[in-house]
């Protein structure tokens, strides 16, 4: 059984900064493409930004929201993804999900997902 479990999240003022972190647990073989989504209130869900391991380091992917202001890393021995958030704005309120393609003990590819993080941007 695979798990995600996502911290991090909560209120911050605009401008602020807050770090999401993402540990992936439990019966793995490997772990593909990590990423973070968001969904605010009436909205669907969207990319922020994702991040892949190969033989020449991590590469990464942000949409255009994300870029100059978020910055996503992993750290594979921890089987973990992170997401540091700067200059907030309100916009950025959402629920904050980590997906990963995982290759578990069985060999079986599955994306699994985190059950979310509440960011709230307010003054």
């Known amino acids: 059984q695979v798990q995600l479990v996502e911290s991090g999240g909560g209120l911050v003022q605009p401008g602020g900064s807050l770090r999401l972190s993402c540990a992936v647990s439990?019966?793995?073989?490997?772990?593909?493409?990590m990423g973070w989504y968001r969904q605010a209130p009436g909205k669907e869900r969207e990319l922020v930004a994702a991040?892949?391991?190969?033989?020449?380091?991590?590469?990464?992917k942000y949409v255009e929201l994300a870029k100059g202001r978020f910055t996503i890393s992993r750290d594979n021995a921890k089987n973990t993804v992170y997401l540091q958030m700067n200059s907030l704005k309100p916009e950025d309120t959402a629920v904050y999900y980590c997906?990963?393609?995982?290759?578990?003990?069985?060999?079986?590819?599955?994306?699994?997902w985190g059950q979310g993080t509440q960011v709230t941007v307010s003054s």
């Open positions: 439990g019966r793995i073989f490997s772990i593909n493409a």
């Open positions: 997906n990963a393609d995982i290759i578990d003990s069985d060999f079986y590819p599955l994306s699994y």
């Open positions: 991040i892949t391991s190969g033989a020449r380091g991590d590469s990464t």
